[in-house]
């Protein structure tokens, strides 16, 4: 389930509790075109365990397949992280990797760690020559930004970001046996959106997420607790139905706290990484390109969960049912509309709608008790659910999605322009 922000993100601030274990910095390359910081690391003090999920588009960037291939070699083992922002490094061929593998070289030259240890990560435009000379110059001067306060990992939250307007924070404590430990998110992501990603041993603007803990943790662990957490956060969201080519989410245990993950501490974890997960991906919905309307689709009474999924993502990629959100128009025929074709076997008349509380269908037309000004008006908040009962089982999803409007047009029309 994903969980809504306690505070607005714009608001959101790194409180004093960050994982032990890691240093954060940020510089500026010369990248963006708007001369913002866009280059960022994330130096573990030793080595972290680590695992990581990317996205099942076919088209990779090369920092997915050098970030994989250094996972794969290291088992797990991961010293450094560094992202750049606006330029994805995809489609750039053969010189795109050599060049991703040449900022790696060169970072692990500059921070001390092994080349195989550096994790590396782009997002940005499609296709263009990748500027691993401007990053190469910027390192010394991200290695003298690193700290571990808060102001230090908000800085590496900021210089991830292209077309966010606003940086992506959640954090999470928990006690096992006295002993507390702790992990830090951090996201960015507001085009491009619809993350499918895959099994951490597969292969697979973009959505880039890093998650921090001082666990003490082997990678095979990690490996079996991030998809659990991942497929009911961020593979329950969707922006515009796009799936990136750079698509990343990374997980690392530092060790720091000296908290053991076992069978003990196994659940904690297991709880507050979810949490963490669920307060990212509704973030990045939320600060949207254009979005004016979160909307959580509840598709409940399947048969099997990826039945209810299936379901709400032919709905929450439906245009007309998008763009009937951004004016709250009231309009279940949409909804029903985009269930029917979604390839999912359901009775229509054993169907109830529910647009916040409000009943618009059931028993297979118009319900007897909608009220179009009362629909119109709960469509009028920012955020709302719509439920669907399908009334054959007891599966159920929640999938975030969001309206489609102008500015998100606007934005993307000329975006490498």
Not at 158 to 173: E, L, S, Y
Not at 248 to 271: C, K, M
Request: hydrophobic share 40%; net charge negative.
């Amino acid at each position: 389930m994903i969980g809504k922000l306690e505070l607005m993100n714009d608001k959101l601030k790194v409180s004093e509790i960050l994982p032990g274990g890691f240093l954060w910095g940020a510089a500026r390359a010369g990248i963006k075109a708007s001369g913002n910081p866009d280059l960022a690391c994330a130096l573990v003090e030793g080595v972290a365990q680590a695992t990581a999920m990317y996205t099942s588009n076919q088209v990779v960037a090369a920092p997915v397949t050098v970030g994989r291939k250094h996972l794969a070699v290291t088992r797990g083992r991961v010293g450094l992280v560094l992202v750049n922002a606006g330029n994805a490094n995809c489609a750039t061929g053969q010189a795109g990797i050599e060049a991703c593998e040449k900022t790696c070289v060169e970072a692990a030259e500059t921070f001390g760690c092994i080349f195989d240890e550096v994790f590396p990560s782009s997002t940005g435009i499609i296709g263009v020559p990748f500027p691993a000379d401007k990053i190469v110059a910027a390192l010394p001067q991200l290695k003298s930004s690193l700290g571990n306060s808060p102001e230090h990992a908000e800085n590496f939250a900021r210089a991830i970001m292209t077309t966010d307007t606003r940086m992506k924070v959640a954090q999470a404590t928990f006690v096992v046996d006295g002993v507390e430990a702790r992990i830090f998110g951090a996201a960015k992501g507001a085009g491009m959106i619809h993350p499918r990603l895959g099994a951490p041993v597969a292969p697979h603007a973009t959505m880039l997420v890093y998650l921090f803990t001082d666990i003490e943790a082997d990678s095979a662990q990690l490996r079996e607790l991030l998809p659990p957490a991942v497929e009911r956060s961020f593979n329950s969201i969707s922006i515009d139905g796009d799936t990136s080519t750079n698509d990343t989410v990374l997980l690392l245990a530092s060790g720091a706290s000296g908290l053991r993950l076992n069978e003990r501490s196994q659940g904690s974890f297991a709880s507050a990484l979810a949490e963490v997960c669920d307060k990212l991906a509704y973030a990045i919905v939320d600060d949207g390109e254009g979005v004016t309307h979160v909307v959580t689709l509840h598709i409940t009474g399947a048969l099997r969960e990826s039945d209810a999924k299936q379901i709400a993502k032919s709905i929450a990629h439906s245009p007309l049912c998008k763009t009937a959100w951004s004016s709250a128009d009231p309009n279940w025929g949409r909804l029903m509309a985009a269930a029917g074709y979604s390839g999912v076997e359901f009775d229509p008349a054993k169907v109830t709608v529910k647009i916040g509380e409000e009943r618009v269908y059931e028993g297979g037309m118009r319900s007897p008790s909608f009220d179009e000004a009362r629909a119109h008006k709960i469509m009028q908040q920012r955020d709302y659910t719509i439920s669907m009962d399908l009334g054959q089982g007891t599966a159920e999803c929640r999938f975030v999605t969001c309206d489609l409007t102008e500015q998100y047009v606007r934005i993307n029309a000329d975006y490498s322009t």
